[in-house]
């Protein structure tokens, strides 16, 4: 099996995986223990991890922050991208990685606006007048998809330089502050920041296999 058949398997475990556990969650250990007597999977483990850390909305302002610094960094590629297709008077002259990137945030769209109809787990708390989609969380998944991306289009953009090890270091902190700070927030169940680090490493993976395949 070559390398472009190993990644494109390896993206399709990943989401299966990520399928397995959203079915386990819909269907394993199911109880009302949310507001309003919301269901929720793998109760047992989830009240549980919830107890232990209970609720901390500064941790939830926090990463609410940082979610809309990934966002900003987002938009930072698609203006690049712009200025490229611009400067370059066509599409197909745009990096591969800033254009495909286009197309990776349009999915992580879908996905988003996917989960907030189609709901699996409520959160463990109102934050606003009524009960809000959980499952998986979306912060989470935004953050390590625009940022573990990010690192991919910087290493081609600045190959060896200084900057991109800054960048490499900037953008992993993001990420572990947000999946860290998400958690002990208490505004997710603990399944629900699996469920979204499953989710973003199954994108993020598409979104390599994907370059690495054009790019040969």
């Known amino acids: 099996m ?14 299966f995986i990520f399928l397995i556990f959203t079915f386990i969650i819909k269907k394993v250990d199911v109880q009302p223990i949310g507001p309003n007597n919301s269901q929720v999977g793998l109760a047992t483990l989830n009240k549980y991890v919830f107890n232990c850390f209970g609720v901390n ?6 990463t609410d922050w940082l979610g809309i610094l990934a966002i900003l960094i987002a938009f930072g590629f698609t203006v690049i991208g712009l ?20 197309i990776f945030y349009l999915i992580i769209t879908v996905v988003y606006v996917f989960f907030e109809k189609v709901i699996i787990n409520y959160r463990p708390i109102i934050l606003e007048a009524s009960l809000e989609a959980s499952y998986p969380s979306s912060h989470t998944m935004i953050v390590i998809c625009i940022m573990v991306t990010a ?29 860290l700070g998400r958690f002990i927030s208490g505004v997710h169940w603990f399944t629900d920041i699996i469920g979204g680090i499953l989710l973003s490493l199954s994108l993020v993976m598409l979104y390599y296999s994907t370059i690495t395949a054009i790019k040969k």
């Open 83 to 102: 200025y490229q297709l611009i400067k370059r008077k066509s599409l197909f002259k745009v990096d591969k990685e800033i254009a495909l990137l286009g």
């Open 57 to 62: 909305l500064l941790w939830y302002n926090i």
């Open 2 to 15: 070559n390398s472009n058949k190993k990644n494109f398997f390896l993206t399709g475990l990943l989401f």
């Open 151 to 179: 690192i991919l289009v910087f290493e081609h953009l600045f190959c060896k330089h200084l900057c991109l090890k800054i960048s490499k270091v900037i953008c992993i902190s993001l990420i572990v502050i947000t999946v």
